[in-house]
């Protein structure tokens, strides 16, 4: 199957190796080697991801049966996890994991919010062009301006029906 679905728990494994392979070299170069490392020991573990996966918070782009890219949403309703291989950008994946993950939020949330470091220019950029908004930056305690945190929100808007329906034919 290509596309993006709901994450199950036998998507665990790869969804954490997803993490070790794609998370250091994308955020050494913006906040060090030792803060992305700590990113993938904290938020890419397999303790962390299944209970996201058990709570119905995780949903993946594969190709050819592949993880090709992670969103996730915390038990706060926040997108904490938005990261496609970076063969896989610019082709569409990014919207529909964000669609994806707004379909699952409960009803009477109307809002889709997301946070990411300030160093991370081009994700920046991708939530602007998504129609995300800053509401807030707070700083980070060492004062490092890499690794202060940029919080945006958006109306929840879909591109499309969620879950697609099934092919006809």
């Not at 707070?138 to 690794?147: H, K, N, Q, S, V």
Request: hydrophobic share 40%; net charge negative; with cysteine.
């Amino acid at each position: 199957m290509n596309g993006v679905r709901l994450a199950e728990p036998s998507d665990v494994e790869a969804i954490c190796q997803f993490g070790e392979r794609h998370i250091p070299p994308h955020y050494t170069p913006l906040i060090g080697e030792a803060a992305a490392q700590h990113q993938v020991r904290q938020w890419w573990n397999e303790s962390h991801i299944d209970a996201a996966v058990t709570d119905g918070r995780v949903v993946v782009a594969e190709t050819d049966g592949r993880v090709v890219g992670v969103g996730q949403c915390g038990p706060d309703h926040v997108v904490y996890k938005l990261y496609l291989a970076p063969e896989h950008r610019g082709h569409g994946l990014g919207p529909r994991l964000l669609d994806a993950l707004a379909s699952r939020l409960p009803e009477g949330v109307d809002q889709l919010r997301i946070e990411h470091f300030a160093a991370n220019e081009r994700a920046a950029a991708f939530y602007e062009r998504e129609g995300f908004a800053v509401e807030r930056i707070e700083p980070d305690p060492t004062g490092d301006p890499a690794l202060a945190v940029v919080w945006r929100a958006r109306p929840i808007t879909l591109r499309e029906e969620w879950p697609p329906p099934p092919a006809l034919g």
